[in-house]
């Protein structure tokens, strides 16, 4: 499995941005796709998680009610739209696969990161 994550810049406190992570290779997902996010210095966290076959979606209590997390099947791409952005949501975010649990060691599949800047 392959995972190309995008979309990353620089905005401000208050606006959105969406994440776009495309999937590939010949490896299937089973299970689902997730993203998470470094900040500098710390470890990585768990942001929001989609399940491959059903659409369910978990997410960090940090970005309930902001960040959406869907997938286009389709496109063999996972979006996570990020709402109501604040500086705190300042990171390194990266895709990960094939799991929806809220943690990275059970993801054995990573992508490179995109990096979000909010400023106040």
């Known amino acids: 499995v392959q995972l190309q994550a995008s979309g990353g810049g620089w905005v401000q406190a208050g606006d959105s941005l969406r994440l776009s992570c495309v999937v590939s290779?010949?490896?299937?997902?089973?299970?689902?796709v997730g993203w998470f996010r470094q900040h500098p210095g710390k470890e990585r966290e768990f942001v929001a998680s989609?399940?491959?076959?059903?659409?369910?979606?978990r997410y960090a209590d940090s970005v309930k009610g902001r960040f959406t997390i869907a997938k286009d099947n389709a496109k063999n791409t996972v979006y996570l739209q990020m709402n109501s952005l604040n500086p705190e949501d300042t990171a390194v975010y990266h895709c990960?696969?094939?799991?929806?649990?809220?943690?990275?060691?059970?993801?054995?599949?990573w992508g490179q990161g995109t990096l979000v800047t909010v400023s106040s």
């Open positions: 290779g010949r490896t299937k997902i089973n299970y689902g």
């Open positions: 989609v399940s491959w076959k059903d659409g369910n979606t």
């Open positions: 990960a696969a094939d799991s929806q649990l809220p943690a990275k060691t059970f993801y054995h599949y």
